[in-house]
């Protein structure tokens, strides 16, 4: 080895693999064996050598490397010849990496790497995995798919899996004859193996992409006809007998192909999409390019036995996904620690293209849930910046959050409404032509909107990327706003920051016509246009249109003037009124008593927007948890007193014309009247319709079992069926007509309160639900208010077993259910113990996330509780003058 000569063998600990060779293509082969679950494979990756070298460092896992060689120019030494092949192969499983040494040192330049190797379809839902489904002949079929992100292609071939490390692929699956085959590109060559009988596929090579954007399939698979979009092939691929089911997800790709292309600026680009339905998966989707993967129930659906919100579920997921084609695959972030730009800007990006799609459906407003889920978790203790640094693969896993989609998503979306739309737009297509097949840091895009708006947007954003939490601002009597943390624990603290750049939008409080003022709040007091607090000068609204990722208080005064006034809001305006103040009372910085006032005079408004009565459901949810049994009837009066004239109003069944939005808040009425108001007419008349419809043994779902109230009835019926309507549940899950609706019923077979039933669902989640839904059974089933503790009690026990059988990415959403332990007698205590001394191998965040919201809850239920049944009783249940809400 000469002095010049680079040995990297001796840093095997680092994280990032050596930069002395880069590859440029990657000449794939894989073959998979469907009966026997294992596949092989060969693979030529043509490289550049930075400097020369005498061993190539890529990553490996799960796999066994049968033969290493390399070609490469002539040897510095003058004595070597090429092709070599290498003197050992040393694999470290630890790091997941695989070493080729060679005899002579590879010289820089031009150089192909030979991999022959071997490994197994796996059941754990990652790398290259294997997937089963029952034909209508009732066989069970398998599919071999894959899933990379973040860091598995290293289980489906050696590679450099990094996202900088880009390069081209010309992918070739050799199937069985009868299977299909689809990649990220269109069919190139099909070829027959003469001996084998065995059918070579090539495709097309793709752009110059990252590792984990890589997607092979392969299985008795069929696809729609494609859809010819301005040019773009586009189609659904699915299991044979659910054509049927393909026309929306269609429809919807159809049109954000289009939206995504006029917005960006940049046609779409590879030259086909495939949208794939998957029947295992670990996530909703994933943005391979070309070929996207989904849940089949996040793809296929039939508008006409569809919730309007599963409709839009799908919608989202699509329109996400196929965002993803231009921000994500065409710029991609240098390393994982960037991964929450791809993903909320994605989530970004679906909100306005489904909004485009279907504006009915107001799906900003909506989102107004989604960003409350992040602000519920950025006011912890335990939240942690947006944006962190990020080493082993692992800690990368732990990104794909809420703080990552929604809180990311949601600040962008304050962002563009404080720059403008076009403005906002303008930018981004700057960044996308700027970095083109290329990656960046998030700095990249600061810098392009800052450009594109004259503003310096990156003091502005790195407020809220580079530190954890959100500021409450506080509006003073004279109308000056100032900021502070907001924390559920008191005083901030924690990964909670101190102070933020807050694009502050306001408006007059009494016009919602008024003209829309800007200003820019730092760490010292601020005045909006028209400061508040006299005739002349009447209080302003602010968090003006509802964007604003921050809480907001107002002097009671101007509570009083908003509350007597929701008319004059905004849907997403009021949503943040209540949200706010429910924050305020779950954090102890506001009476319970404030919230409670304010949900009366949604009731006496006859709210319509199922956003804003969602909190409201919330609240009561976790009133329901904490409240001593002996005051759970005036929880359940003051339930009813609220909810039933909203329920009289909008009764059981759809009526022409009425807003696309009402069927949500019909069912999340019904739902809340028949479960924690456990009102006699709704569950008398839930149990008629479903008994009708489902336990009498006709087919006829019958007009009680609408869609959009099926998966309502079901809990209602849960809350005090037995074994016969357990059983016609089960039946309707094992024989659904659609992915949607074996999520009802199986989600349904979970909200039994009877402890035998909810013992007989633990079983079936671990012995016959699939793995991608069995976590979130179990999280539902430790969430029931009366089977929870015992359910817990069992998780324990069985804490092996769930773990080996669950794919780890998803073993932190089973826990989740635990933060609905805070009744009297709370086992949070050993829960925290237990959780502390069993960790998971990734999520560790997320769940230290849980447990202190089950903290949050315990307190809540500690301070207001005993007190509770009197604060309802004076504001829902006996108002002043004594007539009922």
């Known amino acids: 080895m000469s002095a010049s000569t680079t ?182 060559e099909v070829t027959a193996e003469a001996t084998s009988g065995r059918r070579r596929v090539r495709f097309e090579p793709t752009m110059k992409m990252s590792t984990y954007l890589v997607a092979c399939i392969v299985g008795p698979l069929t696809a729609t006809a494609p859809r ?53 998966f670990a996530f909703g989707a994933m943005e391979n390019l070309g070929c996207v ?80 889920a992040a602000l519920a978790v950025d006011g912890l203790h335990t939240t942690r910046p947006v944006e962190f640094a990020v080493g082993r693969p692992e800690e990368a896993q732990g990104m794909f959050d809420v703080l990552t989609y929604q809180k990311g998503g949601s600040v962008l979306r304050m962002l563009e409404q404080y720059l403008g739309a076009d403005v906002f737009r303008d930018g981004i297509r700057r960044y996308l032509a700027a970095h083109a097949y290329g990656n960046t840091e998030t700095a990249d895009l600061w810098d392009a909107l800052g450009e594109a708006s004259g503003i310096p947007v990156a003091s502005i954003m790195t407020t809220w990327i580079d530190q954890g939490g959100y500021p409450l601002v506080t509006v003073g009597e004279d109308g000056g706003l100032t900021q502070r943390p907001f924390s559920y624990r008191g005083a901030a603290g924690g990964a909670i920051g101190s102070a933020w750049e807050v694009p502050v939008l306001t408006r007059a409080l009494a016009d919602p016509g008024s003209p829309v003022h800007r200003l820019l709040l730092s760490s010292q007091p601020a005045t909006p246009v028209g400061p508040g607090g006299t005739s002349d000068h009447p209080p302003v609204l602010v968090n003006a249109g509802g964007a604003g990722f921050y809480r907001v208080a107002y002097p009671a005064s101007t509570l009083d003037r908003l509350a007597a006034d929701l008319g004059a809001l905004a849907p997403l305006e009021r949503y943040n009124l209540v949200s706010d103040a429910w924050a305020a009372a779950l954090a102890g910085q506001g009476p319970v008593e404030g919230i409670v006032t304010l949900v009366g005079a949604l009731g006496r408004a006859l709210e319509p927007d199922p956003s804003v009565w969602s909190v409201v459901v919330g609240a009561f949810g976790l009133f329901d948890r904490v409240i001593p049994d002996d005051d759970r009837g005036t929880l359940q009066d003051a339930v009813r007193a609220l909810f039933r004239p909203v329920a009289d ?77 357990y059983d016609a549940m089960l039946a309707r899950y094992r024989s659904p007509a659609t992915p949607q609706e074996e999520n009802r019923y199986l989600y349904g077979l979970a909200a039994f309160d009877e402890p035998r039933l909810a013992e007989r669902t633990f079983s079936l989640a671990l012995e016959e639900v699939r793995t991608q839904n069995a976590p979130f059974v179990l999280q539902a089933l430790v969430a029931n208010r009366v089977t929870g503790p015992a359910t817990w009690q069992r998780v324990t026990s069985e804490w092996s077993a769930l773990v080996e059988r669950f794919p780890a990415n998803i073993l932190p959403r089973m826990l989740d259910g635990v933060r609905g332990l805070c009744g009297p007698g709370s086992p949070a205590a050993e829960v925290r113990a237990f959780v502390e001394h069993h960790p998971l191998p990734s999520g560790g965040k997320t769940v230290d996330q849980i447990l202190e919201r089950l903290d949050v809850n315990v307190a809540f239920g500690n301070r207001e509780a005993s007190g509770l049944a009197a604060v309802l009783r004076r504001g829902l249940v006996a108002p002043t003058g004594g007539t009922p809400v």
């Open 7 to 188: 040995d990297w063998n001796d840093d095997q600990s680092s994280v990032r693999l050596p930069r002395n060779v880069e590859p440029l293509r990657y000449r794939l082969t894989l073959e998979p064996d469907l009966d026997a679950a294992r596949f092989q494979g060969e693979v030529a990756i043509e490289m550049v050598v930075r400097e020369q070298t005498t061993a190539v460092v890529c990553n490996a896992a799960e796999l066994e490397i049968h033969s290493a060689s390399v070609d490469a120019g002539p040897s510095p030494a003058g004595s070597g010849t090429f092709p070599v092949a290498a003197t050992s192969i040393v694999l470290d499983p630890a790091e997941e990496r695989a070493t080729f040494h060679f005899p002579e040192p590879l010289p820089a330049g031009p150089a192909t790497l030979h991999l022959v190797f071997s490994g197994t379809l796996n059941d754990k839902l990652h790398g290259f995995y294997r997937s089963t489904y029952t034909d209508e002949a009732g066989e069970k079929r398998v599919i071999a798919t894959t899933q990379m992100e973040a860091t598995d292609a290293r289980r489906a071939f050696p590679c450099f899996d990094e996202p900088d490390r880009k390069a081209v692929f010309e992918i070739t699956l050799v199937v069985d004859d009868g299977l299909e085959a689809y990649s990220n590109g269109a069919v190139a």
């Open 228 to 280: 010819a979009v301005d040019g773009v092939p586009l189609r659904v691929v699915h299991t044979p007998g659910k054509e049927h089911l393909t026309e929306f997800a269609l429809d919807v790709g159809a049109h954000a192909l289009r939206f995504f292309t006029e917005y960006f600026g940049i046609p779409y680009p590879a030259g086909k999409l495939d949208l794939v339905a998957i029947p295992d």
């Open 293 to 372: 993967t989904f849940r089949e129930s996040v793809l296929l659906v039939d508008p006409a036995q569809a919730a309007r919100v599963e409709l839009e579920r799908v919608a989202d997921v699509v329109c996400h996904e196929i965002a993803h084609m231009w921000f994500g695959d065409l710029v991609t972030m240098k390393w994982w620690n960037g991964i929450w730009l791809n993903e909320a800007f994605a989530t970004f990006m679906e909100i306005l293209a489904v909004d485009a799609f279907r504006p009915d459906w107001q799906r900003w407003v909506s989102f107004g849930t989604e960003r409350e």
């Open 649 to 725: 109003r909008l009764g059981w069944d759809p009526v022409a014309g009425e807003g696309e939005r009402i069927p949500s808040l019909r069912a999340m009425i019904v739902r809340a009247l028949g479960t924690i108001g456990a009102d006699p007419q709704v569950r008398t008349e839930a149990r008629r319709r479903f008994e009708s419809a489902i336990a009498g043994g006709g087919d006829d779902r019958g007009p009680g079992l609408h869609p959009d109230i099926e998966s309502a009835v079901l809990d209602v019926v849960a809350a005090e069926g037995g074994e016969r309507h």
